[in-house]
């Protein structure tokens, strides 16, 4: 059952996602201030909310490498860090558009839209380092998003010093109970497909390892 | 005081290297005056408006590529003679040499920054409070070196390591030294815009340094010392790096 579970994930993700969408654009009202471009919120709050998470999954099973040398946590680190970078792609995406039209243009330079460029940045460079690396270049990606866990925080403080044009966390949270439970569908459907997305990667890098394994002791044995 | 003792001691190898050909000192402070005359070239016609929002910019990116020039370089020397796996196996903990390392990458960047700041001052006439406040702008180079230095030393050395690739170090270096720079360059034009929590940025600094110093100590035998196994496997491992 336990070897099923992505695929699982991954049917009700495909289950849920057009019920999603057909609520987010036929049943929710238009928000007054923002007109149709707010339907974006839906996909791209989700995206930054996935994006974040997955770079302190990443941070954390780099740890977890880094200290027990884990093969798992490894394969953790850099499923996390590939669907991180493809949230974060997703939100630089979906993020200018929202703020064309809410803003008057794409990039303001604020505080979340600089923190999240430079978590892609990081997240982009730790996968830079995974496959085109030096030998010791797990140990160093390791670093790389512990560093990058740390950092986040660190620079978000650092633009909001300068200024900070985007909602505010108040906002989002004071969304009428309408928006939210369109919200929900979408998020959990994002939430499956990660996961599912993830099971798939981990033990596909899991079974890359012990072909590489078997392939040393081969090696080995034929001297 | 052991782990004090064995910092000096690997500080004076360094310097004692160093001064025997200066290279890495002189190298960092003419690529320094390149990008003073680059950014002399390309800004120095702008309105003193906006040269309070420039010349924070031009120092801290300048800081950004001599550093990343001035790490690369003090551990190519180690990596051409295989020295740093020496210094690993040797009895030094391994403290010691990330500071030591730190130190002289640091000492380089000072040196660098005593021609970029006068330089700045120079070519921005809105640069003026970096001369007129002296111990304020020491406190706020400092402070900057330090925090991208700690980041710096441990990645150069992770690349040194390993078998060549050090154009990563750029890769790894700028995204992840952003935060530093970012607060550097809120306190710098804080200065110029002789704002009256100025001071409040040093300590915020103060603190990133410290978080980062921190970090890049903690983690520096682990990224330099990993086990056997992953370095067997991937040596006998056709045509994958990782």
């Not at chain 1, 929900?184 to 994002?190: I, K, M, T, Y």
């Not at chain 2, 035998?221 to 790096?241: C, K, M, N």
Request: aromatic fraction near 8%; include cysteine.
């Amino acid at each position: 059952m336990r070897r099923f579970l992505p695929d699982v994930m991954l049917l009700a993700a495909a289950a849920i996602f057009p019920y999603s969408v057909a609520r987010i654009f036929l049943d929710t009202p238009i928000e007054r201030t923002m007109g149709t471009a707010f339907k974006i919120f839906f996909f791209h709050v989700p995206m930054g909310w996935l994006c974040m998470l997955m770079a302190l999954v990443c941070g954390i099973a780099a740890g977890i490498e880094l200290r027990r040398r884990s093969t798992t946590a490894s394969a953790v680190a850099l499923a996390a860090a590939e669907i991180g970078f493809v949230c974060g792609l997703g939100v630089l995406l979906t993020g200018p558009i929202w703020g064309n039209a809410t803003w008057g243009k794409p990039w303001t330079g604020d505080a979340r839209q600089m923190s999240t460029a430079l978590l892609w940045l990081i997240l982009a460079a730790y996968l830079l380092i995974r496959h085109y690396g030096p030998e010791n270049s797990r140990r160093l990606a390791a670093a790389l998003a512990i560093f990058g866990a740390v950092d986040v925080p660190i620079i978000y403080y650092a633009v909001k010093l300068w200024k900070t044009t985007h909602p505010t966390t108040e906002v989002v949270g004071s969304l009428p109970p309408a928006l939210w439970a369109s919200l929900w569908p979408g998020l959990g459907a994002l939430v499956l497909c990660t996961l599912g997305l993830m099971g798939i990667r981990i033990r596909q890098l899991l079974i890359a390892e012990e072909l590489d394994d078997a392939w040393v002791r081969l090696a080995d044995r034929r001297g | 005081m052991r782990l004090l003792r064995q910092i000096r001691l690997l500080l004076v190898a360094e310097l004692r290297q160093e001064i025997r050909s200066f290279e890495v000192v002189l190298t960092s402070a003419f690529f320094s005056l390149v990008m003073l005359a680059l950014f002399a070239l390309s800004l120095g016609a702008i309105p003193a408006s906006a040269q309070v929002a420039a010349a924070p910019g031009a120092l801290w990116l300048s800081v950004a590529f001599v550093g990343g020039l001035t790490l690369t370089r003090v551990f190519d020397r180690e990596r051409e003679s295989d020295t740093l796996r020496a210094l690993l196996v040797a009895p030094v903990d391994r403290l010691a040499i990330y500071f030591a390392k730190a130190a002289i990458a640091l000492l380089v960047l000072l040196i660098a920054t005593a021609v970029l700041v006068p330089g700045l001052v120079v070519v921005f006439p809105a640069a003026a409070p970096m001369a007129e406040r002296p111990l304020f702008t020491a406190a706020l180079v400092v402070l900057g070196c330090v925090g991208y230095v700690a980041v710096g030393t441990l990645f150069a050395a992770g690349l040194a390591t390993g078998s060549g690739k050090n154009v990563l170090l750029s890769l790894i270096l700028h995204p992840l030294t952003t935060p530093v720079l970012m607060f550097n360059l809120v306190a710098t034009r804080a200065l110029l815009e002789a704002h009256p929590g100025a001071d409040a940025y040093l300590g915020r600094m103060a603190a990133v340094d410290v978080i980062l110093v921190g970090l890049g100590a903690w983690l520096f035998e682990p990224v330099l010392v990993g086990g056997g196994g992953s370095q067997r496997r991937a040596a006998a491992r056709p045509g994958r790096g990782a």
